[in-house]
Nanobody, 124 residues
C-alpha cells in the first residue's frame, strides 16, 4: 500500500512559478513510476508528466513541455513538479500517482495509487 500526499499548490499570477511535491509512504517508493495528472473543471483528467522509477526517463504532455519539470528523490520518497511560466489554462487540481513497474506510464489506467490532489490557480 502506498499513500500519496501532495502539497505546494496555490494561487499565482500568469508567468509565475510553483513547485508541487508529492510525499509517499512506504519503503517501496523506488519501485514505482510516478506521474502528475491534472483535472480542470468540466474536463477530463489528463497526464502532465511522468518519470520512471530510477528517475532517468521522463515524458511530458505537449502543453507543458519546456515549462514544467518532473523529478524525484527516492531517498526522500518524494516526487516534484516544478512549474514555470504558468498560464491561466494550467489552472486545475493536480494529482500525483504511483504505478508499479520499471518504465513510466502515460495512461492513468497503469497507476495503482492516487493522492487527493492540490489546487493550482493561475490568474491572468
Amino acid at each position: 500500500q502506498v499513500q500519496l500526499v501532495e502539497s505546494g499548490g496555490g494561487l499565482v499570477q500568469a508567468g509565475g512559478s510553483l513547485r508541487l511535491s508529492c510525499a509517499a509512504s512506504g519503503r517501496t517508493f523506488s519501485s514505482y513510476a510516478m506521474g502528475w495528472f491534472r483535472q480542470a473543471p468540466g474536463k477530463e483528467r489528463e497526464l502532465v508528466a511522468t518519470i520512471n522509477r530510477s528517475g532517468d526517463s521522463t515524458y511530458y504532455a505537449d502543453s507543458v513541455k519546456g515549462r514544467f519539470t518532473i523529478s524525484r528523490d527516492n531517498a526522500k520518497n518524494t516526487v516534484y513538479l516544478q512549474m514555470n511560466s504558468l498560464k491561466p489554462e494550467d489552472t486545475a487540481v493536480y494529482y500525483c500517482a504511483a504505478g508499479w513497474g520499471r518504465s513510466y506510464y502515460t495512461s492513468a489506467t497503469n497507476y495503482n495509487y492516487w493522492g487527493q490532489g492540490t489546487q493550482v490557480t493561475v490568474s491572468s
